[in-house]
Antibody
Framework: QVHLVESGGGLVKPGGSLRLSCAAS????????MTWIRQAPGKGLEWLSY????????NYADSLKGRFTISRDNAKNSLFLQVNSLRAEDTAVYYC??????????????WGQGTLVTVSS | DIQMTQSPSSLSASVGDRVTITCRAS??????LNWYQHKPGRAPKLLIY???TLQSGVPSRFSGSGSGTDFTLSINILQPEDFATYYC?????????FGQGTNLEIK
């Protein structure tokens, strides 16, 4: 079955960077759009970015202001999120999720368990 | 950005009850509306997509309705495992946006 496992979170100082990863298995990864979503402590879900199945197309929430970059390696069934210039308000659990049907991202049908990013001095 | 507003923000109910959660979009979104269930420490789970389509494996006590700007998620005959937070999400335009969540608690 579909399995998504995030990694790469941790404690980082303000201004620092992290590279989050999402290992995918159980489905043809290169057929599916993928996305990142986060949840800050005590808050709701916030969509961050998606990437097309080929990696050619990406889209970001305006609030990220160019600090985050989504990418993928279809040969390794992996999704990434490079997060730079981190701020306290970026503290959150970061989830990767799969688009609901091949070559589309209109809903997110499978999610990972998330990786926690804590930004603090 | 399209704003999604859920009501109520929290809800207390008993096993066996029927509950309804509403979601209103700040502009027309046709049926580009999805519902998720989220339990603490767990991966969110897709329940309903395109407003009314039940995701495979989701019990039929869950149902969705609506189009345009007003949507509802209904749960018939609440089960103990249904107590969780529920989110609506629009996929009409990016940035995709979620409602603030409805916390369904046991009465």
């Amino acid at each position: 079955q579909v399995h998504l496992v995030e990694s790469g979170g941790g404690l980082v100082k303000p201004g620092g960077s992290l590279r989050l990863s999402c290992a995918a298995s159980g489905f043809p990864f290169s057929d599916y759009y993928m996305t990142w979503i986060r949840q800050a402590p005590g808050k709701g879900l916030e969509w961050l970015s998606y990437i097309s199945n080929s990696g050619r197309y990406t889209n970001y929430a305006d609030s990220l202001k160019g600090r985050f970059t989504i990418s993928r390696d279809n040969a390794k069934n992996s999704l990434f999120l490079q997060v730079n210039s981190l701020r306290a308000e970026d503290t959150a659990v970061y989830y990767c999720a799969r688009g609901g049907v091949p070559t589309s991202i209109n809903w997110f049908d499978s999610w990972g368990q998330g990786t926690l990013v804590t930004v603090s001095s | 950005d399209i704003q999604m507003t859920q009501s109520p923000s929290s809800l207390s109910a008993s096993v066996g009850d029927r509950v309804t959660i509403t979601c209103r979009a700040s502009q027309h979104i046709s049926t580009f509306l999805n519902w998720y269930q989220h339990k603490p420490g767990r991966a969110p789970k897709l329940l309903i997509y395109t407003a009314t389509t039940l995701q495979s494996g989701v019990p039929s006590r869950f149902s969705g309705s609506g189009s345009g700007t007003d949507f509802t998620l209904s749960i018939n005959i609440l089960q103990p495992e249904d107590f969780a937070t529920y989110y609506c999400q629009q996929s009409y335009n990016t940035p995709y946006t979620f409602g603030q969540g409805t916390n369904l608690e046991i009465k």
